[in-house]
């Protein structure tokens, strides 16, 4: 019998405090921009920016954008709508600890939406 896994593990690493975490930003197809939910998220949005989405991993941005692709854990906007990552929107924040790297997510969303983006993602 298997001994059961408590997640403790995890716990321990993301309060470590450790600097491993990446937030990432990537270029979506334009026709993501129609769907009625992502229309409804960026009211104020502008035609001439781009459609992008906004995520956090303990991974590498290039190694979680493959993972997106393959469909693992991914994003449905990633997995139909991703053209490329978008590293001059992100390289310069990370790495960072995990709950600074949560709280980046949201914050780098709000302010690409606030600078016109259309943005997915950025829980």
Known sequence: ????????????????????HNVYVILLKEEVSQLRQVIAENPNRNPS?????VGMTGLNPDERFQNHLKGV??????KHYAVKLLP???????????????A??????????????????GH
């Open 1 to 20: 019998m298997k001994p059961r896994r408590t997640g403790r593990r995890r716990t321990a690493r993301r309060q470590s405090g450790k600097a491993h």
């Open 49 to 53: 920016k781009p459609c992008v989405y």
């Open 73 to 78: 854990k991914s994003s449905y906007y990633v």
């Open 88 to 102: 001059e929107l992100y390289e310069f924040l990370n790495p960072m600890p995990y709950e600074a790297a949560l």
């Open 104 to 121: 980046m997510e949201r914050d780098l969303a709000e302010d690409l939406r606030a600078e016109g983006y259309t943005v997915t993602g």
